[in-house]
């Protein structure tokens, strides 16, 4: 294996009983992404994490990060790798502070340490102002966002997330996925389960779709979207029946277009960037007409969709 890829697993398998969880997994994610790992549940993305962790042994194949291997070496990958697991367990009847204090401890920084780690990190994740509060009392949200902070107090290289935006109210998922983020810029490796595409696409640099153990396809939103439709980015809804030859030459000459197809009542460009100007233009200097058109932008859902339809 080389050490381009702060996590990689080769061939990683896990069968629970005949069962295949985890079907001959090959992931390499280099450092400074934020790899989605996306698929709908029971497809085996937990399974894959508590491996990656060293929480729970392959059947075959292997799995490196940072060049340790977990399942022999499991304190030297948890010294490197946080994780926030996708149930997270706190003491409710400790402050929010307090649970903190306890996961530096086990960490073996010092008090003092832990102290000042604490103030920032509560910072860093919106919690200073509740900082003392039980989070017996903390929203789901909240207890996310807290969640994160206990990975952030070790100063990991790599974040493990497992569906951290599961269940929460939109704005608290904007602010666990704004926080992600920023963790992010600060060179951490973040590897992030969901099965909700929305959000997910929005922060991620590289994404792994995950159907029924297997990694059905890889790579950057922009290139699943490429090989999902072979096409263009973009969707421009023409709403002419019958264009002449004469507009569609004038179309098929505009930069970008990659393709037209005539529908039931209209005409639609796909392209490689919104030329929905470029298409007006043309129109009103074919036809004299200034039409109303509809542009659609590929999203992640719908290449998800599209290879969930095959499987
Ligand atoms: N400890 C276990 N024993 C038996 N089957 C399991 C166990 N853990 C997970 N599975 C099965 O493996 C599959 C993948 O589960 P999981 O990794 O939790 O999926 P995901 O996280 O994508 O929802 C599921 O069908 C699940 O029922
Ligand atoms: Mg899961």
Redesign the pocket.
């Known amino acids: 294996m080389t050490n381009d890829f702060v996590i990689e697993t080769k061939n990683l398998s896990r069968l ?1 009983g005949k ?1 295949i ?1 985890v079907d001959n997994l090959n992931l390499q994610i280099a450092e400074g992404e934020i790899f989605g790992l996306l ?1 709908p ?8 994490i508590l491996m990656i962790m060293g929480l729970s042994e392959p059947t075959s194949g292997t799995v490196r990060v940072c060049g340790y291997n977990p399942a022999r070496e499991p304190i030297k990958v948890k010294r490197v790798a946080g994780y926030l697991p996708e149930k997270v367990g706190f003491y409710d009847d400790l402050t929010a502070r307090e649970n903190l204090e306890y996961t530096g401890r086990l960490n073996g920084f010092q008090d003092k340490v832990i102290a000042a780690k604490i103030t920032e990190v509560l910072e860093k994740v919106g919690l200073s102002s509740v900082s003392d509060q039980l989070v017996g009392k903390y929203s789901h949200g909240m207890k996310q966002r807290l969640g994160i902070a206990d990975v952030m107090i070790k100063s990991p290289k790599i974040a493990v997330f497992d569906e951290p935006t599961s269940g929460i109210d939109p704005e608290g998922t904007e602010q666990v996925l704004s926080i992600i983020k920023d963790m992010a810029k600060q060179k951490v490796t973040v590897l992030i ?1 969901s099965h909700q595409l929305h959000q997910i696409q929005k922060i991620c640099t590289q994404v792994g779709i ?1 159907s029924k ?1 297997k990694l059905v396809a890889s790579g950057s939103v922009e290139k699943l979207g490429r090989e999902a439709f072979r096409k263009g980015k973009f969707n421009i809804i023409l709403p002419i029946s019958q264009p002449t030859d004469k507009l569609l030459e004038n179309i098929k000459s505009i930069d970008g277009v990659v393709d037209i197809n005539c529908v039931h009542d209209a005409t639609v460009i796909t392209a490689s960037e919104d030329v929905s100007k470029e298409v007006e233009n043309a129109v009103a200097s074919t036809t004299g007409l200034k039409v109303q058109m509809k542009v659609e932008e590929f999203e992640l859902e719908k290449v998800y969709m599209e290879y969930f339809k095959e499987s």
Do not use: D
Request: net charge positive; no cysteine; aromatic share 20%.
């Open positions: 629970y069962f969880a698929g549940n029971g497809a085996g993305k937990t399974t894959s389960s995950f153990g």
